[in-house]
C-alpha cells in the first residue's frame, strides 16, 4: 500500500491566466524581494484582483528560509485570513508558504514538530498554490519542506503529504529571465531529483515513467536553456521537467547524492542544486555494483549502452558529466573553490550528516564509514569510483 | 531453532541478533529509547501481545514479553495487527513506510523516529535472521 499524491497542474505558456477564475475572497501571497523587484508579485496580484479577490503581500522570505521567518508570516496571515495562500518564487519561497499555511490553519501545532505520521486536517481555512520561478526544486507539487531554526542553527526536514499544494502553475513566463548559473544548478538538482526517484529503493510504478521522462527532457534542454535563456521552448520544457521530476520523488524518495549534497552543502554552503548535482556521478558509479539500482532501464530508455547494470551505469555517468561539461558546472569538491585543508578539516563531519541523512537509506547501496569518507575524497579529486 | 512470533523467546532471539550485528551497532550508535511493541488481537492471537525492548546505543539491554503492561512506560508504543508485524518481520513491509501508511502506530517522538532510519532498516534485517515459526 502506497500513495500517489500530486495537485491539480496548470502548465505551459499563459498558465498563469488560470489565477483570474480563482474563486475566493482573500489571497496571500508569500514570496520574496526579488519576486517583488521582477514585477512577478504585481502580476499575480493583478490576475488575483480581477478574479475579484482581496490579495496582501508578505515577502520577507529569505533564501534558505528560517522557523522564526514562518512564524511571522503565519502570524500576518491570521490577521488577513486569507482563504487562498499563493507561494511564489524558488523552492524556499514555496516550502515557507507550506510551513505558514500550516501553523495557520493549526496554530496548536509546533512547526518543527510537522510530520508525515500525523494528521492535520488543513483545509479548513485556505488552500494552496504553487507558483515556482526557478526549474529545479519541484516544491510546488511536493510535500517536503526544509527550514532553518536560526535559534538554534539547524535544519529542520519537515512535511506532510497534506501540504501538496491544491493548485501548481508551471509557467514559463517566470523563468524566461533567470541566470545562466541559476538555471545550470536548478536543472542539476532536477536531473538529480529524477535518477534518484528511479533508482532508490522506494520507487515504484507510478513514479517510474515521470523520472526517466524528466531524464530525457533535462538531457535534451537544459544545455539549451542554458547556452540561450531566450529559448522559450526549452525553457518550458526545463520548467515542466522539474515539476515532473519532482512529482517523481514526492511519490518515491531520493538516495545517496542527496545525503553527499545535504552534508557539502550545509557544511560549506554550497546552493542545494550544485551539491547533489556534483555527486550524481560518483553515486552512480559507486551504486553500479549492487545491481538494485536499474540503470540498463535509464541508459535503454535513453539510447545509451545498456547491456548489463555496470556498462550502463558507466555510460550515464559518462552522460551526467558530459552535460555538466556542456552547462559548466563544477565537477569536484575542489573545483566549487574548496581548499584542500579545509575539505580536510571537515571531512569527520562530512561524513557524520552523511551517515544519518535520512536519504541514505533508500539508496541502492548503502555505505559504510569507511566508504562514506572514499566517496567525499573521490568527489574531492574529481577521480572516478573504482571500489 | 524457530521461535514463535510473538513471544519471549522470539524477542529475546531478536535482542540476541541485534548485540551481534555490527551494522546495526553503528546504525544505531546514537539511539536511545526503549519500545513497547503490541501485536494486536485477531488472527491467529486471541488477545493482545506486548513485547519490550530497550535499545541503547546500538544494543539491546533487555528485551521480554510483558505479563503487566504498567511495569514499563516505555518512550514509544508500536502497535499492528498480526498480519502486519508479520510483514514487517519478513522484510515485506518497511516499517517507516508502514507508519506513514498508518498500518502501523506509534506514539512517541515521530521526529526522533524519522532521525532513525537506518537504525529501523537495520532493526528489521535482524529480525529477518531470526528463525521464525509464525502460528496459522
Redesign the interface.
Known sequence: ???FDSPHIVYGEDARCVLETVEGRRAFIVTDPTMVRLGFVDEVRRRLESAGLEVAVFSEVEPEPSLQTAVRGAEAMRAFEPDWIVGLGGGSCLDAAKAMWIMYERPDVTP??I????TYHLRQKARLITIPTTSGTGSEVTWAIVLTDTAEQRKLGLGT?ECVADIAIVDPYFVQGMPARLTADTGMDALTHAFEAYVNT?HNDFSDGLALQAIKLIFTYLPRAYRDGRDMAAREHMHNAATIAGLACSNSLFALAHSLGHSLGALFHIPHGRAVGLFLPYTIEYSAPSGAARYADIARFLGLPADDEETAAWALSARVRQLMHEIDQPQSIAALGIARADFDAQLEALVDRA??D?Q???SPR?P??GEFARLFVYAYEGRPIDF | MAHRFPSDAWIKALCAELNASEAYA?AAK?WEGDFYFIVEAGGPLEKDVWLYMDLWHGKCREAFEVTDPASKSPEFVMSASYEDWKKVVLGEL?PI?G?????LK?KGN??KI??A??A??ELVACCTKVETEFPA
Do not use: C, G, H
Open positions: 500500500m502506497w500513495y518543527d514538530s510530520n508525515p505520521f500525523d503529504r522506494w551517515e544519518s535520512s541514505t537509506v533508500t548503502v559504510d564509514r | 553503528n546514537n518497511d513506510k507508519l506513514i501508511s498508518r498500518r506509534l515521530m521526529n524519522m532521525r532510519p537506518q529501523a532498516k
